[in-house]
């Protein structure tokens, strides 16, 4: 221990949940519905499966090492270069890359006290100093996020929508605060959630990076593209930046079926929009049970759902108890809420069935 990097020791790993399988073993049940990654119920598009497929005869080959055809496509829908691009082993990995390539031990990280728990553990693996700074309502406070800039700042992370609260900043909000941040600090926007926010809210993120050469943009296959297993995700930059990028990143980061699946999954965009039509109609259901409950909630613009359920730990328990996963979120200091990934209505019927024997017993 005494010879790891700094940051290393105060390190928590991530805790993951148990396997279904062995969870449904243990419980003696059979079906477990899980509402606890974000992830789509609808799985993913039959052109992506298809092309994993295709792939399986391929798989003593490396992939691509630079993503080719998918960078092409991406560079097609975003309106940006394929060499501000940079690919990733899910956005997360895309991060990571980010981290080791410009942030050292004594800079500071600044991101949202309730932000996303990947960017506290890189600021720490690189032996950085976090900032977490203070919400309001559940929401970013991009006047302090400002006000906490000063000459160790290296990187300010922003997701929008933010994972676990769901909350959601306007273009113009984020656009007055780029304004506001020297060019010497990095802007990580997190835009996993990208598709599920109406297009006429939608920031011009990627037009943006023309006017802030220091705005960095990632994205992922994860959500509503259903690709969370394969692992896939990017990040758009200026070219100078994804040059950089490119060069710290491991040359085959991204595998065959994941390049071949993310590229396939691009061109079915009425997958994607079925997928965000269905996220629209079970949100409204899951907004509407609660409002009738009496049961507070973050109201949000991703394919997941946070409600102030007390005591969170023991509610937890006792849907897991009856078969439904949902994600305990005190990590996120958030000891008071549990945060309910949108599932398909039946699996969101279980939930809200669930949670309600829980309540008649309290
Ligand atoms: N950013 C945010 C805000 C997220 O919620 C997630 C997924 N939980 C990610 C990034 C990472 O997603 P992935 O690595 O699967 O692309």
Redesign the pocket.
């Known amino acids: 221990a005494q010879i790891a990097n700094p940051g290393v020791n105060g390190l928590h790993p991530y805790q993951p949940g148990k396997p279904v399988e062995e969870l449904e073993r243990e419980l003696g049940i059979s079906n477990i519905v899980k509402l606890a990654?974000?992830e789509n119920p609808l799985g993913l598009s039959p052109k992506a499966r298809d092309a994993v497929a295709a792939q399986l005869s391929e798989l003593a080959r490396y992939p691509d090492a630079n993503g080719y055809y998918l960078k092409a496509a991406l560079s097609e829908q975003l309106g940006v270069s394929p060499a501000s691009l940079t690919l990733?082993n899910?956005?997360?990995?895309v991060?990571e890359i980010l981290f080791r390539t410009f942030v050292r031990p004594g800079d500071e990280v600044i991101f949202d006290q309730h932000a996303?728990i990947?960017y506290a553990l890189l600021t720490q693996s690189s032996g950085a100093t976090a900032r977490a700074i203070p919400s309001q309502d559940w929401g970013h406070d991009l006047d302090a996020m400002l006000a906490a800039i000063n000459e160790r700042t290296r990187v300010v992370c922003i997701?929008n929508?933010?994972?676990?609260t769901g909350t959601f900043l306007s273009a113009d909000a984020l656009e007055a605060f780029l304004q506001q941040v020297p060019e010497n600090v990095l802007v990580v926007l997190?835009e996993?959630?990208f598709e599920y926010v109406p297009q006429d809210q939608r920031a011009d993120s990627m037009g943006w990076l023309k006017r802030f050469p220091n705005l960095t943009v990632?994205r992922?296959?994860?959500?509503a593209y259903g690709l969370?297993g394969l692992?896939?995700?990017y990040l758009a930059s200026s070219e100078a930046i994804a040059d950089l990028l490119n060069r710290v990143r491991e040359p085959f980061n991204c595998n065959a079926p994941a390049l071949a699946a993310a590229t396939a999954a691009l061109a079915d965009q009425d997958f994607v929009r079925q997928s965000v039509e269905l996220n629209q109609q079970e949100m409204a259901r899951l907004e509407q049970y609660f409002d009738q409950r009496g049961i507070r909630y973050i109201p949000s613009h991703?394919n997941f759902i946070t409600a102030e359920l007390k005591p969170a730990a023991t509610i937890y328990q006792q849907l897991l108890e009856q078969g439904v996963i949902v994600r305990p979120i005190a990590g996120y200091g958030m000891p008071d809420h549990l945060r309910i990934s949108v599932g398909l209505a039946q699996e969101n019927d279980r939930f809200m069935q669930a949670l309600d024997t829980i309540l008649e017993q309290q």
């Open positions: 990654s974000n990733g899910g956005s997360n990995e991060l996303f990947v997701a929508p933010n994972n676990p997190d996993a959630y990632s992922t296959f994860s959500k969370a692992r896939v995700g991703g």
